[in-house]
């Protein structure tokens, strides 16, 4: 499906949309949206209690709330994601490893799509894949019908490798280099959206060399807003690197007006990331609409996602009604809408296992696993907060410091956490790891990357390999 627009016959119904989402791959016939509530999975044979009620201890109701919809816990206190035991799972794949319940995001994905259409059928989602850049997880959005946000030559590379549509490919960055505009313009990229001036002198250029046609392109606009998350990940304020101010984006629009290779397709915007409250996302779309009308306007993404207990993030649908309401009164009926969810497309389905080496004691011990900040970054780059549980003994406990093995004082993946009697050799689960821990893993003290292993209704299999110490070799010349 292109991202070429149409114009629906009417104005879109702003009417929510429910259901419920099957598993498995997306069959042509249109499918409704998830339930909003969490599932229960039973593997087969096992006793299990769910999200509302894991003996009676409100502090395990709690936390498996923050699993994957369906996660649960057997009789003898195992924890079960995507109906596997994850002692199951430590034993087929080691440790550390980042589980990923494929059903989750299925439901989460045609949550989406099906909301978006319901309320805007000229539209369509384009996943922001930097939040998990992995060939499974683009070919199993691709089956559910989503686009893609790529940014750069390396993204674009894996979405074609998974099988994308080309004409369903977002391209983005603040400093597309030459090759990688080339070769964008010559994989038929549906949009490539313009960051600066440069991008449009050198995509003129390349598209005149290699194409004999004219290239779709978005204006990215910063709209000055800034909404209330980590300045690392806010995107939308003056003084940002991404997009050009409003009297800038004016300026290229009326370029690009006049460009017989580029074809404007229509405006951009994206304001940051963990976003909490949906006024930023309203105020975006209402500076869209101030620039004029066009065929295409990209509402990027940013929807928060629930990391703690604390955490009160907009649901799907009461963020997909923000967008449609305003986009109804400020811009065309007959224009298309994309919008890039990345972050709360896939936090909630992953799960990152770990294995307790060593415990100190003290005012709170220190929890160390064989994991840390070479699996999970983003608790170091902006101190985003995680919950976890021992995967033997599901909530409560004494309040630790969970720390990870690396050589800095600052690997610590969660602190002031419960854990129930954590002992060397337990298995830890930290839940909502689906987003930018695959992207943000590293090999710092010659740590391996660890697996990704999808579960699914009992069954689980492998889509990424454990590094070997052999690659950390490889690319090392002698």
């Known amino acids: ?42 593997a087969s044979g096992t006793a299990t209690a769910t999200a509302t009620g894991v003996g009676g201890d409100p502090a395990a109701d709690d936390l498996l709330g923050l699993f994957p919809p369906g996660t649960s816990v057997a009789g003898d206190g195992t924890l079960l994601v995507g109906g596997v035991p994850v002692t199951e799972l430590a034993e087929a794949y080691g440790t550390p490893a980042l589980l990923v319940d494929e059903n989750a995001v299925r439901a989460r994905a045609r949550r ?29 959005l691709a089956e559910e019908g989503l686009g893609f946000d790529v940014a750069g030559g390396g993204e674009l590379t894996l979405a074609l490798a998974a099988g994308a549509d080309p004409e369903g490919l977002v391209v983005h960055g603040n400093a597309k280099t030459e090759e990688e505009l080339r070769l964008a313009v010559e994989a038929r990229a549906g949009l490539i959206v313009v960051d600066s001036f440069d991008d449009i002198d050198r995509l003129e250029r390349i598209v005149g060399e290699v194409s004999g046609r ?19 990940v806010s995107t939308g304020q003056a003084g940002s690197k991404f ?23 229509g405006v951009h915007a994206h304001v940051g990331s963990q976003v909490m409250e949906t006024g930023p996302f309203a105020r975006a779309v209402e500076a869209l609409a101030g620039l004029g009308e066009f065929a295409v306007y990209d509402l990027g993404g940013g929807l ?41 497309m896939v936090a909630e389905a992953g799960v990152s296992l770990y294995r307790v080496v060593t415990v100190k004691p003290g005012g709170q011990p220190f929890v160390a696993v ?24 599901v909530g409560g406990g004494e309040r630790c410091r969970l720390v990870g093995r690396h050589c800095e004082s600052g690997d610590v993946l969660s602190a002031g956490v419960r854990l129930r009697d954590p002992r060397p050799g337990d298995l830890v689960a930290v839940p909502v790891t689906g987003a930018y821990t695959y992207a943000l893993s590293n090999n710092y003290n010659g740590a391996r990357r660890p697996p990704v292993v999808f579960c699914r209704d ?21």
């Open 243 to 265: 997009g050009l101010l409003l009297p800038q984006a004016r300026e290229a629009v009326a370029r690009l007006r006049g460009s017989d290779r580029l074809r404007l397709d």
């Open 370 to 393: 064989d994991g840390g900040m070479g699996d999970n970054l983003e608790v170091s780059l902006y101190g985003q907060r995680f919950e976890a549980t021992v995967a033997t003994r």
């Open 112 to 140: 989406y799509a099906d909301g978006l259409a319901a309320r805007w059928p000229n539209s369509r989602v384009a996943f922001a894949s930097k939040a998990f850049p992995c060939t499974a997880v683009y070919r199993l």
């Open 1 to 42: 499906m292109s991202f070429a627009a149409t114009t629906p016959a009417a104005r879109p119904s702003t009417a929510r949309s429910t259901g419920s989402a099957a598993p498995g791959p997306r069959v042509p016939a249109a499918a409704t949206g998830p339930a909003t509530g969490a599932a229960t999975a039973t």
């Open 304 to 344: 928060g996602a629930r990391y703690t207990y604390r955490d009160r993030p907009p649901s799907v649908e009461h963020y997909l009604d923000t967008l449609v309401e305003t986009a109804g009164m400020v811009l065309p009926a007959g224009a298309r809408i994309l919008i890039e969810p990345g972050r709360s």
């Open 214 to 232: 004219t290239q779709g392109v978005l204006v990215r606009v910063t709209p000055d807003i800034r909404p209330d998350t980590h300045a690392a």
């Open 458 to 478: 009992g069954g689980h299999r492998a889509v990424v390999r454990r590094e070997s110490y052999q690659d950390l070799l490889r690319r090392d010349l002698p």
